[in-house]
């Protein structure tokens, strides 16, 4: 398996909120590095994690399924996942495998914040 | 086969991704960000363009039932235990994974069992097309049903479920080089998709699907030229919890249609 070709760095936004930024291809190959960043945005007390999709270069149907299995594990510890900065295109395919009924859209982080404190 | 469940069974990407094959795979060449923006998604060309509910034409050899104005379901809309299946076959090193792929695609309905019917579009599978399923349920009864494809390059393709099929998910056949050999797989990620499909899976219908996708895989292996092609299954149970706010799903079972289809037929045959 290639090495993935991306980079997911996390910013903590205070208490129970964690921002991954994602920078590259997302393949099933990120599914490690995406699991990592996720542990790591996951305190114990995150209770709100927000994907920024603004790097998102490349996608296919198996970063979708890794997705899948990134809010299975989020809802387990009883998360929210919400995403920004999707294009278009990636957005219509938010929409077309209906991951966008579980994972909330916005179109800014701004408003990304604001909905975890609704 | 080994099968395993619980919570805690979230796993590698090669187990749990629907496509080892795009996994591995080296996505196109980097261009940099403005050039990339500046020719579009390079994926663009690979997904279906969004719809809202499936429209069909008419085909021959199926009913077709069941399937237009459906919406599609992924693994978020169905009712049951989210599993994640996998169906391995080593093709050996004569083989290449595109190869692989091209065969599977262009011949994809002549590799099911016996019985059973799927009829795509004449240009083969590509995204964005909607085929119709009629798939053999045994005591003489076919449930019409469809697929959606969701995805499809050179390495891989990906089926998608409508609403009232037996699953909620999606089906990624890939095709990756292991070494010094080519590897193809089917990958299912899936829940039922409402209470009666559970009961059903429950009791014979993992088992049975466990069968179709072994017998299709072999049956790919023998097209490929594969001596006594042998098939690796493994099932995995991701989530153990039903989503019971899907249970209303059951309203769209073409199961249950597709039983009443028949009697409707039936009976109307008879009279005239």
């Known amino acids: 398996m290639s090495a993935p070709a991306i980079t997911m760095d996390v910013r903590r936004m205070g208490d129970g909120v964690a921002v991954v930024d994602i920078k590259g291809e997302v393949t099933a190959a990120c599914e490690p590095v995406l699991m990592s960043a996720y542990e790591a945005a996951s305190d114990g007390r995150t209770s709100w994690l927000v994907l920024n999709f603004a790097g998102l270069e490349y996608m296919n149907s198996g970063g979708i399924g890794m997705l899948v299995t990134l809010l299975v594990r989020a809802n387990r510890q009883r998360q929210q996942l919400a995403a920004y900065g999707l294009s278009d295109h990636y957005r219509e395919i938010f929409e077309l495998t209906r991951l966008d009924e579980a994972i909330t859209i916005y179109d800014s982080e701004e408003s990304a914040l604001n909905g975890a404190v609704k | ?272």
Not at chain 2, 5 to 18: F, M, Y
Not at chain 2, 43 to 60: F, G, I, N, P, Y
Not at chain 2, 227 to 242: G, I, L, M
């Open chain 2, 1 to 272: 086969m080994t099968e395993t469940a619980g919570p805690d069974q979230v796993r590698s990407a090669e187990q749990i991704g629907l496509s080892a094959r795009e996994a591995a795979a080296a996505p196109p060449p980097h261009v940099g960000p403005d050039a990339a923006q500046a020719a579009g998604p390079r994926d663009a060309t690979s997904w279906a363009k969004k719809v809202d509910r499936l429209e069909v034409d008419a085909r021959q050899g199926v009913r077709g039932t069941n399937v237009a104005g459906r919406r599609l379901t992924g693994p978020v809309q169905g009712f049951g235990k989210m599993w994640q299946k996998s169906y391995r076959m080593k093709a050996g090193p004569g083989i290449a994974p595109e190869q692989a792929i091209a065969t599977w695609k262009e011949h994809f309905p002549e590799f099911w069992p016996k019985g059973n019917r799927f009829a795509g579009a004449l240009t083969g599978i590509n995204p964005g097309d909607v085929a119709l399923l009629d798939l053999a349920m045994g005591g003489g009864v076919k449930l019409s049903t469809g697929v959606f494809v969701l995805y499809a390059d050179h390495e891989s393709f990906t089926l998608m479920t409508p609403q009232g099929h037996m699953f909620a998910g999606w089906i990624t056949f890939s095709a990756e080089r292991e070494g010094d050999e080519t590897v193809v797989q089917a990958l299912v990620l899936m829940r039922a998709n409402d209470p009666l499909y559970e009961v059903g899976m429950t009791f014979g219908g993992h088992r049975k699907e466990d069968k179709f996708w072994t017998a299709t895989l072999t049956a790919l292996g023998e097209r490929l030229g594969i001596q006594n092609p042998t098939v690796e299954a493994k099932s995995t149970c991701v989530d153990t919890k039903r989503q019971w706010r899907h249970a209303n799903n059951v309203w769209h079972n073409s199961m249950i249609r597709s039983v009443l289809q028949t009697v409707t037929f039936q009976r109307n045959k008879q009279a005239a």
